[in-house]
C-alpha cells in the first residue's frame, strides 16, 4: 500500500557517502546538527541508535537504499529474524549460521553494535522442536538439554560480537488472557515450569561472561496499577527484583516499545519513572523494538489529510516520549525501532482486521515522518552544546 499523499513537503533523506553521517566542520561551515544521522546525534550522549534488519531487505541489490540507510542513520542493529531458534536449526541438529553471520560482519564493517534476539521465546520455534514434544518423542528431560545446548552453541558461535542479548522473551501473559491474572506463560513455562528463565540466563553467562543479558517484553513501558496480578510492568519488576536476588545474571530488562495511536498513550513522566525504578534494581534498560501503529481506515487509506495528520502527529509523539525518557535516564543504553521503513514493516501483516500500518519513522520511499524529524530534535536540543543555559536580559537604560 502506498500513501505517499501525507509526506512533509520537502522532506528528504540525506544519504551522505560516510557512514557516521556529517561532514567534518570548520570554522566557517559549521555542522548543522539536523543535517546529522540519528546515530551520529545519538553518540553524542552515549546512547545507540538501533534498528531491527530484514536480511533480504540487506541483500536486495535493487533496493541499495536500504542497506545504505542502516548504515548511515544507526549505531546498532537487531536480526529481525535471522537469529530466532526456527531460523538457526530448522533441521534438527543442522545449523543456518549463513543470514545471521551476514549481519554480523555488515555490523562489523559498519562499526555498529549487535543486539542479539532471541534466545528463548515461545514463537517461532522449529517444526521438529514442537512436533516432537507434542507426539512424546522428546521428553522434558531432554526439552531442557536441547534449550541449554542451543543457548550455550548460539552464544558461544557470537562471543565477543554481541553487545546486548535477548535471552528471555515475553515470558509473562496480558491480563486479557484467559487466566487474567498475569502467569508465566507460553511453550517453555508450560513444559519445563518458569525455573527455565534463570537457567536460561545461567547458561547464557556461561557461554559468554560479557555480554550483556536482557529480560525483553511488550507492554511495560510504564507502571499501571502496581498489582502484580494485572499490572505487567510490576509483574516483571518482581521477577527480575527476585531473580536479582538469586544470584541470576541478569543485566538489563528491554521494553520493546510496540505503540498504537489508537490508545490512550503514555506521558514521557510516565516512562522515565519506570526505566529510573528498574535501574534501582542495578540493571541496564533499553528500547528495543519500537513503532508506533495507526489503524488504516477508509479515509486513511483514500489519502484524507484531516484522518492521516493526527495519525502521523500521535506516532511522532509517543516516539518521542519513549526517546525522550531514555535520554533522561543514563542506565537506558539503547533505543532500537523495530524496522525504519513501512516498506519493510511486520504491522500491515500481523494486524489486519482492522487494518494497520503506519508505523515506522520512514514511508515506502524512504522519505522521513515527522517521528524522524522529532527524534532527532530530542536528540539535539536534550543538552550542550545546542542547549546551554540562558543569558539573561539586562533593563536597557
Given at each position: 500500500?502506498?500513501?505517499?499523499?501525507?509526506?512533509?513537503?520537502?522532506?528528504?533523506?540525506?544519504?551522505?557517502?560516510?557512514?557516521?553521517?556529517?561532514?567534518?566542520?570548520?570554522?566557517?561551515?559549521?555542522?548543522?546538527?539536523?543535517?546529522?544521522?540519528?546515530?551520529?546525534?545519538?553518540?553524542?550522549?552515549?546512547?545507540?541508535?538501533?534498528?531491527?534488519?530484514?536480511?533480504?531487505?540487506?541483500?536486495?541489490?535493487?533496493?541499495?537504499?536500504?542497506?545504505?540507510?542502516?548504515?548511515?542513520?544507526?549505531?546498532?542493529?537487531?536480526?529481525?529474524?535471522?537469529?530466532?531458534?526456527?531460523?538457526?536449526?530448522?533441521?534438527?541438529?543442522?545449523?543456518?549460521?549463513?543470514?545471521?553471520?551476514?549481519?554480523?560482519?555488515?555490523?562489523?564493517?559498519?562499526?555498529?553494535?549487535?543486539?542479539?534476539?532471541?534466545?528463548?521465546?515461545?514463537?517461532?520455534?522449529?517444526?521438529?522442536?514442537?512436533?516432537?514434544?507434542?507426539?512424546?518423542?522428546?521428553?522434558?528431560?531432554?526439552?531442557?538439554?536441547?534449550?541449554?545446548?542451543?543457548?550455550?552453541?548460539?552464544?558461544?558461535?557470537?562471543?565477543?560480537?554481541?553487545?546486548?542479548?535477548?535471552?528471555?522473551?515475553?515470558?509473562?501473559?496480558?491480563?486479557?488472557?484467559?487466566?487474567?491474572?498475569?502467569?508465566?506463560?507460553?511453550?517453555?513455562?508450560?513444559?519445563?515450569g518458569?525455573?527455565?528463565?534463570?537457567?536460561?540466563?545461567?547458561?547464557?553467562?556461561?557461554?559468554?561472561?560479557?555480554?550483556?543479558?536482557?529480560?525483553?517484553?511488550y507492554?511495560?513501558?510504564?507502571f499501571?496499577?502496581?498489582?502484580p496480578?494485572?499490572?505487567?510492568?510490576?509483574?516483571?519488576?518482581d521477577?527480575?527484583?527476585?531473580?536479582?536476588?538469586?544470584?541470576?545474571?541478569?543485566?538489563?530488562?528491554?521494553?520493546?516499545?510496540?505503540?498504537?495511536?489508537?490508545?490512550?498513550n503514555?506521558?514521557?513522566?510516565?516512562?522515565?519513572?519506570?526505566?529510573?525504578?528498574?535501574?534501582?534494581?542495578?540493571?541496564?534498560?533499553a528500547?528495543?523494538?519500537?513503532?508506533?501503529?495507526?489503524?488504516?481506515t477508509?479515509?486513511?487509506?483514500?489519502?484524507?489529510?484531516?484522518?492521516?495528520n493526527?495519525?502521523?502527529?500521535?506516532?511522532?509523539?509517543?516516539?518521542?516520549?519513549?526517546?525522550?525518557?531514555?535520554?533522561?535516564?543514563?542506565?537506558?543504553?539503547?533505543?532500537?525501532?523495530?524496522?525504519?521503513?513501512?516498506?519493510?514493516?511486520?504491522?500491515?501483516?500481523?494486524?489486519s482486521?482492522?487494518?494497520?500500518?503506519?508505523?515506522?519513522?520512514?514511508?515506502?520511499?524512504?522519505?522521513p515522518?515527522?517521528?524522524?524529524?522529532?527524534?532527532?530534535?530530542?536528540?539535539?536540543?536534550?543538552?550542550?552544546?545546542?542547549v546551554?543555559?540562558?543569558?539573561?536580559?539586562?533593563?536597557?537604560?
Amino acid at each position: 500500500m502506498q500513501l505517499k499523499r501525507w509526506l512533509v513537503a520537502g522532506a528528504v533523506v540525506i544519504m551522505a557517502a560516510a557512514v557516521a553521517g556529517a561532514a567534518p566542520a570548520t570554522a566557517s561551515h559549521p555542522v548543522d546538527p539536523a543535517q546529522q544521522s540519528l546515530r551520529t546525534l545519538g553518540l553524542r550522549h552515549n546512547l545507540y541508535l538501533g534498528t531491527a534488519v530484514d536480511l533480504a531487505a540487506l541483500n536486495d541489490s535493487a533496493d541499495p537504499q536500504y542497506r545504505a540507510t542502516v548504515a548511515k542513520e544507526f549505531s546498532s542493529v537487531t536480526a529481525e529474524n535471522a537469529m530466532k531458534w526456527a531460523e538457526l536449526e530448522p533441521t534438527r541438529g543442522t545449523y543456518n549460521w549463513g543470514p545471521a553471520d551476514e549481519l554480523v560482519a555488515f555490523a562489523k564493517r559498519n562499526n555498529q553494535k549487535l543486539r542479539g534476539h532471541v534466545l528463548v521465546w515461545h514463537n517461532q520455534l522449529p517444526a521438529w522442536l514442537t512436533d516432537g514434544v507434542n507426539d512424546g518423542s522428546i521428553s522434558t528431560d531432554e526439552l531442557r538439554d536441547l534449550l541449554r545446548k542451543h543457548i550455550t552453541t548460539v552464544v558461544k558461535r557470537y562471543q565477543g560480537k554481541i553487545w546486548q542479548w535477548d535471552v528471555v522473551n515475553e515470558a509473562v501473559s496480558d491480563p486479557w488472557d484467559n487466566p487474567p491474572t498475569l502467569h508465566y506463560k507460553g511453550f517453555w513455562a508450560q513444559h519445563l515450569g518458569p525455573g527455565y528463565i534463570a537457567d536460561a540466563f545461567r547458561w547464557a553467562r556461561a557461554a559468554d561472561p560479557k555480554a550483556l543479558l536482557f529480560y525483553n517484553d511488550y507492554n511495560i513501558e510504564a507502571f499501571g496499577s502496581g498489582d502484580p496480578a494485572n499490572d505487567k510492568t510490576q509483574f516483571v519488576y518482581d521477577m527480575v527484583r527476585q531473580l536479582r536476588r538469586d544470584g541470576v545474571p541478569v543485566d538489563g530488562v528491554g521494553s520493546q516499545g510496540h505503540l498504537g495511536t489508537q490508545y490512550g498513550n503514555y506521558s514521557t513522566l510516565q516512562v522515565a519513572a519506570a526505566l529510573k525504578k528498574f535501574a534501582g534494581l542495578g540493571v541496564a534498560t533499553a528500547f528495543t523494538e519500537v513503532d508506533v501503529r495507526s489503524q488504516l481506515t477508509e479515509g486513511v487509506q483514500a489519502g484524507d489529510s484531516n484522518e492521516i495528520n493526527p495519525r502521523l502527529q500521535a506516532s511522532a509523539a509517543n516516539y518521542s516520549a519513549l526517546l525522550q525518557a531514555c535520554l533522561a535516564d543514563r542506565h537506558c543504553l539503547s533505543y532500537t525501532v523495530w524496522g525504519f521503513t513501512d516498506k519493510h514493516s511486520w504491522v500491515p501483516g500481523w494486524f489486519s482486521d482492522p487494518p494497520e500500518g503506519m508505523a515506522t519513522i520512514m514511508d515506502e520511499n524512504y522519505q522521513p515522518k515527522r517521528a524522524y524529524f522529532e527524534l532527532k530534535a530530542d536528540l539535539i536540543y536534550s543538552g550542550p552544546p545546542y542547549v546551554l543555559p540562558r543569558i539573561p536580559q539586562r533593563p536597557r537604560r
